[in-house]
């Protein structure tokens, strides 16, 4: 029984070849065992705990006989890795022919983009080399392939072992740059950037393409630092970065890190021509794969910071898919979370709650501690009050905790969506001037000055009004976009009269109906309805605050939408307010899993996909379904867009 144990795959046929080889009567010994497991195609225990068990029970030699003798039923020109994978567990010791063997299985199990299979031969690879520098290095990208898994502990104990070897001086700077990434993956920020810097700085004389790479990540740990980046600060970094050796072969990582260390050097104007360049290499296919795991991330912190949701969109849609197919668990949140922000703009709230769940799901399972910017700006935009500000007051405290100063000032800038919704005006000023404070790091300060344009006008605070609209315009006119110039627009028409007024509202409106920024649309009709009314124009205030009113709702933006009805109850238009029916609303989860059904996933893919057994799955569809009332998920698609605007 323990050489059927020893096989997790089952295959009957493979077991009968290696019984014959270790001389036993397979189908006698299975007679014994009937009781525990079945010779069907595949070999079934009664339960997989009987496998375990099994295989546990047995002697370290007898197991290292089974594999052996599984391993030499196997054809190497078939199925090579299962072989090497047999032969692994069959060595007894130090073994550098079959140490050699796994990294070629390695090798095809990352070209098939299976990375905790890299991780699980490079692992075992490691532990059966003897010559200690050789081991560390095995070692070193066993612990790469970890990370990448999502397995941050496993990864550092792996660094452990590549340190406790003999490293020469290219694995140790690429040990610490592992380390650094792992600190930010798990939430301590501030300890990246110094780490990376000297790393960078040491490999400048051993290889310039990877010192380059490093400088890369030196150079988004301390955009995400932001301004509570200490030493190495913002500046440092860049110029660091500037004055990196030139690559021999520009690649489009060399070009991105070009133009971000222009970017932190000179701002943002200067850098524009060289971003935009940039992005449209990230949004091309032919990127390599794992250049563009790597770096897509960054790619869509720079599509966001030049106002560009179309690219915002396609870079992180295309990280997603990446991530997705390799099964680099260690990137999926952060990837999933700048999706999730994209889909709120442009008015998608359902999809980008769904997303938000998932990110939730796939944090919890690999440790990470990002700040929830998805989930900030869906309660902002939603208007929910009481969640948006228990997840601001948190993100600020535990980004500031931990060095991610992108984290508050992100949440400062949700603060003030969140105030300039419910009404709140004077609350929403001073969050817009916490998250325009900042102006050299990347969008959120930006976006920040619209509201603080808004917020101002409100108030009557008109210079503080001016000088927001200065600032702002030195980004938009610089970036050229229509969100850009719409936002511009429909903030200038605040602090303007009359004619001027008008037509910039027109102006904002035209420019936005040309994006997917659906949300900023919908509020440059509400204002301008709000305009109308203050100039006793009801009938074209109507007009305005209709549209208005109707996206909004339809998004599930309910305190603009409220705003927008209030407008148009006080011109003497009754609009019902909305209400939900919260016996048949579905929460997020049941979204998201609503979501993955009606796109044709089984209940084994979603399963996986969000960490539950298939018959969580399944209790969670037969309420979504009694909810829609509706008998199967080939329904799901007809009558979930109507379920996920009642329950945004």
Request: charged share 25%.
């Amino acid at each position: 029984m323990f050489t059927a144990a020893a096989d997790p795959v089952g295959d009957v046929r493979l077991l009968r070849r290696a019984a014959e080889r270790m001389g036993i009567d397979v189908d006698a010994a299975a007679s014994d065992v009937s009781e525990l497991l079945t010779l069907d195609a595949p070999v079934r225990f009664r339960h997989p705990l009987v496998r375990s068990a099994a295989y546990r029970a047995t002697p370290v030699a007898d197991r290292q006989i089974a594999h052996r003798a599984l391993a030499e039923s196997i054809d190497a020109d078939v199925e090579p890795d299962r072989r090497a994978w047999h032969r692994a567990q069959a060595a007894p010791g130090p073994d550098e022919d079959v140490a050699a063997e796994l990294e070629r299985s390695a090798a095809r199990a990352q070209a098939r983009g299976g990375i905790a299979a890299v991780a699980a031969f490079l692992e075992r690879a490691s532990d059966l080399t003897q010559d200690p520098a050789r081991r560390s290095q095995r070692a070193l990208e066993a612990a790469q392939a970890k990370f990448q898994a999502g397995a941050f502990e496993p990864a550092a104990d792996l660094l452990a072992t590549a340190t406790a070897g003999q490293p020469d001086e290219l694995t140790r700077a690429r040990i610490d740059v592992l380390r650094a990434a792992i600190a930010f993956a798990q939430g301590r920020g501030k300890e990246a950037p110094p780490l990376l810097l000297t790393a960078a700085r040491r490999l400048e004389q051993l290889n310039v393409a990877i010192a380059r790479e490093t400088y890369l990540e030196a150079v988004a740990a301390v955009i995400f630092a932001g301004h509570l980046a200490r030493s190495p600060g913002w500046r440092e970094v860049g110029e660091a970065a500037r004055g990196a050796p030139p690559a021999q072969l520009q690649r489009t990582t060399d070009k991105l890190l070009d133009a971000l260390a222009v970017r932190l050097t000179d701002g943002f104007a200067p850098s524009v021509p060289m971003i935009d360049q940039v992005l449209t290499a990230f949004s091309d296919e032919d990127v390599p794969v794992q250049e563009s795991m790597r770096w897509l991330l960054l790619a869509g912190v720079i599509s966001a910071d030049l106002w560009d949701l179309e690219r915002w969109d396609m870079v992180t849609a295309r990280h997603v898919s990446i991530i997705r197919e390799a099964g680099a668990l260690s990137e999926l949140p952060l990837a999933l979370d700048s999706s999730a922000v994209v889909h709120v703009f442009a008015g998608d709230l359902a999809a980008a709650a769904s997303m938000i769940e998932e990110v939730r799901t796939a944090s919890a399972a690999i440790g990470s501690n990002q700040p929830p910017f998805g989930a900030l700006a869906l309660a902002a935009v939603r208007g929910h009050e009481r969640e948006a500000r228990t997840l601001i007051a948190a993100t600020i405290n535990e980004a500031t905790q931990h060095g991610q100063g992108l984290g508050v000032t992100v949440a400062h800038f949700h603060h003030a969506v969140l105030c300039n919704g419910l009404g709140q005006y004077d609350q929403a000023m001073t969050a817009a001037q916490a998250a325009a404070t900042h102006q050299e790091q990347f969008g959120a300060p930006q976006w920040a000055l619209a509201e603080l344009v808004e917020a101002a006008a409100r108030t009557g605070a008109s210079e503080a009004a001016s000088d927001a609209l200065e600032q702002l315009a030195e980004s938009t006119q610089a970036s050229g976009t229509d969100w850009a110039l719409g936002v511009e627009a429909r903030s200038r028409a605040l602090l303007s009269e009359g004619a001027a007024a008008e037509t910039l509202y027109r102006e904002a409106i035209e420019r936005l109906s040309k994006t997917r920024v659906r949300v900023n649309l919908a509020r440059a009709h509400l204002l301008y309805g709000e305009w109308l009314r203050g100039e006793n124009r009801r009938v074209d205030a109507r007009t305005q605050l209709d549209i208005a009113h109707e996206m909004l709702t339809q998004f599930g933006a309910d305190a603009f939408a409220e705003r927008a009805r209030r407008a148009l109850q006080a011109i003497g238009t009754k609009v019902r307010k909305r209400t939900v029916p919260t016996s048949t609303a579905l929460t997020a989860q049941e979204t998201q899993i609503a979501h993955l059904a009606g796109d044709g996933l089984t209940n084994t893919d979603i399963g996986a996909r969000l960490f539950l057994s298939p018959h969580t799955v399944e209790w969670h569809l037969r309420k979504v379904y009694s909810k829609l009332g509706i008998a199967s998920r080939r329904e799901i698609p007809a009558v979930l867009p109507q379920a996920a605007a009642t329950s945004a």
